[in-house]
């Protein structure tokens, strides 16, 4: 991590006095975080438009709940994890 092209980057946590790292994006992981998002949201729409929002609702609320059983953190909860920081 640190190195030049790298999309994260780690610092020596304060508080723990180093034993643990704060790991962040750097500006390229952010930028290709946000082309991911602009990509899956096209994604999204396309396939809205092919089977209606409704049933884009319903698949997109099944698939978060299939992540969640997985142990896989979805959006939701990252923002719920930053709130209560």
Known sequence: MGSTGSMLTGRADP?????????????????????????????????????????????????TRIAALEGVPTEGSARERRAAA
Do not use: C, H, N
């Open 15 to 63: 508080v723990t006095r180093g034993r643990a790292k704060i790991i962040e994006l750097t500006d390229r992981g952010l930028d290709a975080v946000i082309k991911g998002r602009r990509i899956f949201a096209e994604i999204e729409r396309e396939w809205a438009e092919q089977i209606g929002p409704e049933l884009m609702a319903s698949f997109r609320e099944a698939a």
